[in-house]
């Protein structure tokens, strides 16, 4: 009998990068002269990307061989009661159990998700001078990517066997029972794989 797991670990990669992001602006022009010229240009944007890759291979071998001995009664007179070989059995179980949660980000992440959704950018323009020029820009952007990748393989191979002896009598006067033995084999299985992202 032979089990063996084999288990990779989940690898959980996260960048978070976040430029000139803010949570409120404040735009305020005011007591401009003539002709003034005032441009204002605002970027707020903040990304995240998460990526989990899980790879998870399971494999599970069961060999198995039962046989019981042979009988065999040659050339007697009187072979009384019974004649029997002995039993032979095996038995194998095998369980196996694998959980890969990526739940780590998951705060941060819906934190972050959800932060600047309601931004407020609070724009004044105020006693500017005659044939003054004022312009205002704002421009507010949220990138959020997450990618799961999860490979799982499970392979469970079970070869058994079982020989009953062989019984054979031959030239004997008297006879009595001659018996092989039971041969018999057993094997359980059971995987359980939970993925949870």
Request: glycine content about 12%; charged content about 10%.
């Amino acid at each position: 009998m032979k089990a063996s797991v084999i288990r990779y670990a989940a690898i959980g990669m996260a960048t978070i990068s976040m430029a000139g992001f803010a949570a409120a602006s404040t735009v305020s022009i005011d007591t401009t002269g003539a002709d003034s010229n005032n441009q204002v240009h605002l970027n707020n944007s903040s990304s995240v990307a998460v990526a989990n890759e899980n790879g998870v291979g399971i494999a599970n071998f069961n060999g198995q061989g039962a046989a019981s001995g042979n009988v065999k009664a040659d050339k007697n007179t009187v072979a009384g009661g019974n004649v029997s070989s002995g039993a032979a059995a095996n038995s194998n179980a095998s369980q196996t159990g694998v959980g890969v949660t990526n739940n780590g980000l998951g705060a941060g992440l819906a934190a972050f998700a959800g932060a600047g959704a309601a931004d407020m950018t609070d724009v004044s323009i105020s006693k500017t001078g005659a044939d003054s020029n004022n312009k205002v820009t704002v421009d507010n952007t949220k990138s959020v990517e997450v990618t799961n990748v999860n490979q799982v393989e499970v392979e469970n191979v079970n070869m058994q066997y079982a020989t009953s002896g062989n019984v054979s009598a031959s030239k004997n006067t008297e006879i009595g029972g001659l018996t092989s033995g039971a041969a018999s084999n057993g094997n359980t299985t059971v995987t359980n794989v939970t993925v949870g992202n």
